[in-house]
């Protein structure tokens, strides 16, 4: 019977023992799951606190010191430590958790130092060595060396810059799965670096980019009046160029000497330098151009208080064309005098003599002053207008009122009241409408007639007897160009398809002669305020300041219009103007 | 009878000359700038020349400086008249030989007519 059961109770322990065993291993499974998923937890706690605290921060060492000091959460070490490259220095950083001897800092701190050579391939035997060793208590007592350690390079932007370093006095005791967390962790925080790097440098290229492009001339040098920026445009006006004195860095003497005593660039920096303070020159003249110097002191201010000086920096400024202009002003005024001026002196002189009983008011010589005062003093209100026009053209308050109107009525009347002074010049004076015109589109008619006076008086001006004056007007299509009738047969010089830019149909009147012409290099200021071409005139009466081109152009741009000219010396001009449709 | 050449483009101001001065004392010739003002000089050999610096062609400057260089050019005492009135101008144009400078709007009609007396009663004397 017992017999029996001995089989059965074999079988029995088997299959217990076998149970017992997968049970066993199950259970070791589980732990080890356990285990793997509380490291994957901690791995991904650590990577997130990691992220948060390194985030914005740039300095690798700073990055260091908060991995190093989050790492005893993970892993057991007796010590940890970094070493970081900086141009001049290796920083060591190590921390001991247990206390050691001085021969394990030692040799923890050699294989650092060795590792970081073998990955930058470079010997570090020159530079000076800065150790700070912090944590628990130095015991040269303690024999024990170092049992385990691994490296962990720092790579910021695809270059080794440090090495991390954990060490224990146990042997065998760090693992692939150790070093893999480790080395996800640094990978982020260089990551990190890398952008933020990347972001300061793209950054920082702009703003030289900028510097580099910028017309003022920018100098900036550190406390020390070692030049940090000199743009192109401050070599260019102190006359430092690169060919003549390569391979020589500029300094500060290079400027000193440029500007002589004509400004105290040394003195001036170190106001901004030593009391803060900033300066902006009068103008100064170097070379053919005039500049103001501004010297100001560049502050650091961190958020956190206080700040730091980290140098000075001068702009030139370049007013040459600010005093031109002033210049081409000034000229303007004096000619806006004289041309008041005389009429008025005229007007002055005749009284003088009616007054004096020397001229008998009855005689045709009193009758001839009578006409003077009523000619200079018509000129002058013309020209007092046209100041008026420009003054408000100037600021913008020039305002045009569009109306339905006939622009054929229009050129019609100015030609019938420019045909007497045509005549008696011995000028012939034609319009010349084709029938594409509509009979009423949308302008200012006043405004318009003003242009047409200007265009036609300064034609009648320039050209000689036998002459002729057309004045053309059609809708000019940019898809179809001049209409196919148009005839331009008597005209010497008109506008070609180039010459008018509209986008879209317009009405465009040309007021073309058979004159003088223009030279080529005074076409150009034709339209603008305070140049004015000095043209010859075929007479001595029809002189101008020239400011009525001036004020067609605003007429014609208040339109949404173009104005232009096309002249040939000695052959003739066109003036023309468009009015959109 | 004294000839006097006004050479200026403000034809005004030589007809206001012309009524001012005393018709049977003086012959008033005028020209309207400086090219045609080098032509009469030539032709009508006046005794005093007016001479506006603000002209088309030939300007009052352009015009004393030909006379300095020219050699057979007849010399001619010159009154500037101008309505520019800068120091520097004024003693500009008295070191290219003008003898005196009026400016224009500064003075009365009899007051330029005076200086036109006591210039040519001056060159008389010298004669």
Known sequence: MFLFLIPVLLILVVFIFYFYSSLKKREKEIIKEREESTRHLYELAILKELGERTGYSLNVEEILQIITGSLRQFIDYTAVGYVVITPEKLKINTHIEKPVSNLFIKEMKDRMVASLSALTNKSLDTFVLDEIVSGAIVVDEIKQSIGSLFNIPIVIGGKVVGVLSVAHIDPGLYKEADMTILYKITGQASEAVTRLEDVVKMEKGKLNAMVESMEDGVLMVDPEYRIVVANPAVKKIIKFSLSADEGKDINIFDFVDSLGGKFDIHGRLEEALVNKHSFVSDRINIGDSFFNIGVYPVLHSPTKGGSQMLGAVAVWNDITRDIELERVREEFTGMIVHELRSPLDGIKKIIELAVSGSVDKNSDQFREYLNMVHQSSSSMLELVNDILDLSKLQSGKFEVNKEEANIKEVVANRISFYKISADTRGVALVANLNHNLPELSLFDPQAIKQILNNFLSNALKFTKNSGSVVVSAFVYDPLEFFPKDLDKSKIPVFPETTDINVKTASLCVVVSDTGLGIPEDSMKDLFHTFKQARLNPVDKESKGTGLGLVIAKGIVEAHGGEIGVVSKEGMGTSFFFTIPL | ?127
């Open chain 2, 1 to 127: 009878m004294k000839k006097i050449l006004v050479i200026d483009d403000d034809q005004f101001f030589a007809k206001t000359l012309e009524g001012a001065l005393p018709k049977e004392k003086y012959e008033l010739i005028a020209a309207e700038d400086g090219e045609v003002g080098l032509q009469k000089l030539k032709s009508e050999k006046p005794d005093l020349i007016i001479l506006d610096l603000m002209m088309p062609k030939l300007d009052g400057t352009a015009f004393l400086k030909k006379l300095q260089e020219s050699t057979d050019l007849p010399k001619v005492p010159i009154l500037v008249s101008s309505n520019l009135s800068s120091v520097k101008k004024i003693s500009d144009v008295m070191a290219m030989g003008a003898v005196g400078y009026v400016i224009k709007s500064d003075e009365s009609l009899q007051s330029i007519v005076q200086d036109i007396e006591r210039v040519l009663g001056e060159e008389g004397k010298k004669e």
